[in-house]
């Protein structure tokens, strides 16, 4: 089957059962890998969570004209945060370990102490803990979702500009 040919549920369903399967990875690579996630990973979770959602209702709903840029537009907010959060995730991950910052704290202490802007602030910033490079197969995680959430943002565009034919 060609992908491109896909109908717009179809590709919203797919787009879901990726989103799905990725997150389901995040967590076995938690439980069962024993690795923790820094707060910029839990950040790309959100990304994919986000995407989730949209590539359901999307492929449930399956409108037609230009209402198929909503879900579609949703999926792609969530592409674009999971992208930047991505980006930067790998850019702190290049820092010589001179310049890593310090380790900070937990996630859910940063939510019940400070704003949600500065929260967002510290976590942009990094900590050593989002320094630490966990390869699979060969690329480190952050590489491997960047990876994703570009696929799955131009599986949306793609869907939501295609027309059906006739």
Known sequence: MNPLRWSYRSSFLVGFL???????????????????PCPLCIFQRIGFLV???????????????????????GALLG???????????LWIQSLPAGQVPSCG????????????????????????????????????????TLFWFVLLAALALAAAVRRRAA
Do not use: N
């Open 18 to 36: 990726i989103c799905v399967a990725l997150l389901g990875f995040a967590l076995y690579s938690e439980y069962a890998w024993g690795l923790v």
């Open 51 to 73: 995407m989730a959602v949209f590539f359901l209702a999307g492929g449930l709903h399956a409108p037609r004209g230009s209402a198929r840029w909503v879900y579609a537009g």
């Open 79 to 89: 592409a674009l945060w999971g992208i930047a959060v991505a980006a930067r995730h």
């Open 105 to 144: 704290p937990p996630l859910d202490y940063m939510f019940d102490a400070f704003p949600f802007a500065q929260v967002l602030r510290m976590v942009f910033t990094g900590s050593g803990e989002c320094a630490k490079v966990e390869p699979v197969l060969g690329l480190p995680m952050p590489a491997w």
